[in-house]
């Protein structure tokens, strides 16, 4: 059974820790959560990990160019979860992102009453293709907006994160905090790879090469998400605001205990729409530090 818990309007759009219980429609009651973790594990065990290091050249296509790369075991995996999922729950609905290159009309399931599946079945293409276990399948579910529970899988890693709104979040069962950077501090943060940033995103990223912070490149987006619940990474600052991409992590960090927040001071938004860069980060004074630096060179 899924709960439904909204973040009250507290003024505070970086503090994730002040909710009220909401009813939820009742088609989403029944839902078996420990269901849709085995489907995830099973999408990876039958179509992702059988092709980890196994690609022919032909199994790999550019999108938008040649950092922006498809391959059959994303499609296959996003055929597998929809299926799947869809069957779990009645009534739903997938925004998936391969479905969605092939048809954007698919992303107005975000705006409809239906409950959705936000699906990003390999997460970290390039780290996949080339070989590097840095990767990870990430399902959310939403509903009028919001995310309810998610999951992040790092099958090559043998980590899977599940997340519940208003009830926590647990790696391998066990659960996830992600505590606050010590005093002073340098902290580290993930930030859009400069591959897919123009120059005025690189310009206002840049404002985070200052003392106290260490920015890098991100990784698989899912798998910095987890790296901030472990505590292992205190932020991110991210230029692009693809749903596949985000659900699943940000509501990891907030179940964890951490915050985020875009440079207009309003919470991200799964629909889109949502100015630009944002952050996400171990707790609500992180938050607006790295938010502060951005905003001021926006």
Known sequence: MIEALRTQD????????DVTTTPFSPELTGLDLAAVEAAVRRAAADEIMPRFRQLAAEDIVEKNGPHDLVTVAD????????AALTALLPGSRVVGEEAVHADPSVLDALHGDAPVWIVDPVDG??????????????????HRGEVLASWTYAPALGLMAVARRGAGARL???????GSPSPDAVLDVATSHYDFTDDDQKRVL??????????????SAGLEYLHIARGELDATAFSWENAWDHAA???LVHEAGGASGTVAGQPFRIEGGNALPFTAARDAETARRILGLL???N
Not at 172 to 178: C, K, V
């Open 206 to 219: 840049a404002a985070l090469e200052t003392g106290g912070i260490a920015p890098r490149p991100c990784g």
């Open 125 to 142: 293409t390039r780290q996949f293709v080339h070989g590097d276990p840095g990767f990870a399948t990430l399902v959310a579910l939403a």
């Open 249 to 251: 992590g940000l509501l």
């Open 75 to 82: 499609r296959r995996a996003e055929e597998h979860l929809t």
């Open 10 to 17: 507290t003024g505070d759009t970086t503090n994730s820790t």
């Open 295 to 297: 905003a001021a060179a």
């Open 172 to 178: 391998n069962g066990l659960p996830l905090r992600a």
